[in-house]
């Protein structure tokens, strides 16, 4: 018996154990050990043994066995021989294997380092999905060693590895022999640009992540030239600035890649978010993100617009701005974006009867260019004032200027009466105003839902309402502490004209997460888009015509307090 504090010393001597044993006994060790590895991942934690099995069988290492008289039995081999390559095999059928072990595969074939069995090996790899298995200096070196002998590589994705710089150079060889490669890669410098667009070479179907880097303008062009060279379908570049000539490479890129670019991002600053969809002569072009300067977005803007393209589906994120100048969009609808930096950032709401405010999104209608310093204006009012009970006068004049404005949407800390009344207000200060969604981090109360239905409501206005409501008829639940209970429902309501639906999404008693309001459950983009919920023909009667969900959630019960048909009340 022997113990070592670090598990490698005992796997490896475990391992050489096996080899001081008679040719019989050995043998059935090593039958045992490959039996409970194929028992599937309760037996993970005896992979390193069976991987150094194979670096024993090592010529250079069995070599140096024999001169202190262990020797490793033609047996052994031959059962090693046969495992690994079984496991290969029920890859190609089973994902998860695939996925778990090729890793493992890699590594024994590695140590083993015989090249015609491990030729014979990778031949059935045309394939290589290594994406989300964080890759360390040794396995890039394992990586690279087996492609050499892959005889073709169709497509290599090498996303989620957590590649550097350093990393990548050892992977570069291999890049060449891959006709598509999906990679993404951390902290290239502008040196470290150069080897891999030379290892890339022309034609290949590309996906490139290179978002976190900080690449120079001029390096950034020499990326943007080499990939008209390619079928780019998606690439994502960091960049310190930009100029008119990156912007003219940019269009350019897009021109000479149509119909095969899906997406195009740009990463600089984290402040403001631009997403367009481009269209030309009626056909779909790439998507475009830009997380840039406003002068910088300006300029791609200016580009795109005398390159004979059109936006649709403009979407601008604001977290704080610098620049206070007008920003021009070619367009005549953009979604707005507006995000409010204080005690909501993380989802936590105030304690207290208050009602905060952390977002706003708007749907904009017929505007070519839009007065930046208004919305910062807004901003700067919410930063330091984020009630929206307190300050909803100040708000809605800012948002009744936007004459413009058809769709709004509020993510708030709580339903207040106060808030309910400031929201009403608002959909009658903006006469053009259609749809209004309250996204309510923490409760509805029934003040302000009482508040929503009894008030004169402009009748062709739609309200939507998402947040917590507590279905105790007494005492009902009304603070962050108490959001967890099983009493609290997360739920839709939908007031339009004299009519009230109201849509059990998730019950109390079968979530134990709080997940629902931070984007993981309902898309508010669908919503807009009518994706998820036709409300019109809830309106017709048509309660069963969403099948009682919302982004799959199970909503086919009531409120315990309420009876109804379904998952709908209709007042």
């Not at 991987?51 to 010529?59: A, D, R, T, V």
């Not at 014979?120 to 070196?141: F, H, Q, R, V």
């Not at 993510?411 to 608002?426: H, P, Q």
């Not at 009493?487 to 999404?505: M, Y």
């Amino acid at each position: 018996m022997y113990s070592f504090m670090h598990l490698s010393f005992q796997e490896f001597f475990t391992a050489l154990s096996y080899m001081s044993l008679g040719d019989e006994e050995a043998q059935g060790k090593v039958r045992e050990l490959l039996s409970k590895v194929r028992r599937g991942l309760l037996h993970f934690h005896l992979l390193p043994i069976v991987q150094f099995l194979f670096g024993i069988l090592n010529k250079e290492v069995a070599k140096r066995l024999e001169e202190k008289h262990i020797s490793c039995s033609q047996g052994i081999w031959t059962q090693l021989k046969h495992f690994i390559l079984e496991v290969i095999e029920k890859g190609k059928e089973d994902q998860i294997v695939r996925r778990t072990m090729q890793l493992f595969t890699f590594h024994c074939l590695y140590e083993l380092h015989a090249d015609d069995f491990v030729k014979e090996a990778m031949k059935t790899y045309t394939d290589i999905n290594m994406s989300g298995s964080p890759l360390k200096k040794t396995d890039c070196w394992v990586l690279m060693y087996c492609l050499q002998h892959c005889k073709s590589i169709e497509c290599l994705e090498l996303s989620g590895c957590n590649l550097t710089a350093e990393n990548m150079k050892i992977l570069l060889p291999a890049l060449q022999k891959c006709k598509a490669l999906v990679l993404q890669v951390d902290d290239l410098a502008d040196d470290d640009l150069d080897g891999l667009l030379t290892a890339l070479g022309e034609g290949k179907s590309l996906e490139l992540d290179l978002r976190n880097t900080n690449f120079s303008d001029e390096k950034v062009q020499d990326l943007l030239v080499a990939l008209t060279k390619h079928k780019t379908r998606k690439v994502q570049i960091g960049v310190k600035s930009i100029t008119s000539n990156t912007a003219d490479k940019f269009m350019s890129l897009i021109s000479k890649a149509h119909g095969v670019l899906d997406l195009i991002k740009l990463h600089s600053c984290g402040n403001v978010a631009l997403s367009v969809q481009l269209q030309k002569d009626g056909v779909r072009a790439p998507q475009i993100v830009l997380w840039l300067k406003v002068p910088e977005m300006k300029m791609i803007c200016d580009s795109i617009r005398t390159s004979g393209y059109s936006l649709t589906g403009v979407k601008l994120r604001v977290w704080r701005v610098a620049d206070e100048g007008p920003f021009l969009y070619p367009t005549k609808k953009c979604r707005l974006t507006l995000h409010i930096d204080g005690p909501l950032r993380c989802g936590v709401g105030r304690e207290g009867q208050q009602s905060a405010l952390s977002s706003i999104e708007m749907s904009l209608y017929g505007v070519n260019v839009f007065d930046w310093r208004r919305i910062h204006q807004l901003r700067q009012t919410l930063e330091h004032k984020p009630e929206w009970d307190e300050h909803a006068d100040e708000l809605i004049s800012l948002l009744h200027s936007q004459t413009s404005l058809e769709d709004i949407g509020l993510f708030v800390s709580r339903l207040t009466e106060r808030c309910a009344v400031s929201v009403i207000r608002l959909s009658h200060a903006c006469s053009n105003l259609k749809d209004i969604i309250l996204q309510v981090n923490g409760f509805l109360l029934e003040e302000g839902i009482h508040c929503l239905r009894e008030s004169k409501r402009r009748p062709d206005c739609q309200l939507l309402l998402l947040g917590r409501r507590c279905r105790k008829l007494a005492d009902q639940c009304s603070e962050e502490k108490d959001k967890r209970l099983s009493c609290n429902d997360n739920v839709l309501l939908a007031l339009h004209g004299e009519s009230f639906i109201e849509i059990v999404l998730r019950h109390g008693k079968e979530s134990g997460i709080d997940d629902t309001w931070n984007g993981n459950e309902i898309n508010i983009d669908d919503m807009w888009n009518g994706n998820e919920i036709n409300i019109a023909d809830m309106w017709n009667g048509n309660e069963n015509n969403s099948d009682g969900t919302w982004n799959e959630n199970e909503s086919n019960r009531p409120r315990d307090d309420i009876k109804c048909k379904g998952c709908c009340v209709v007042g």
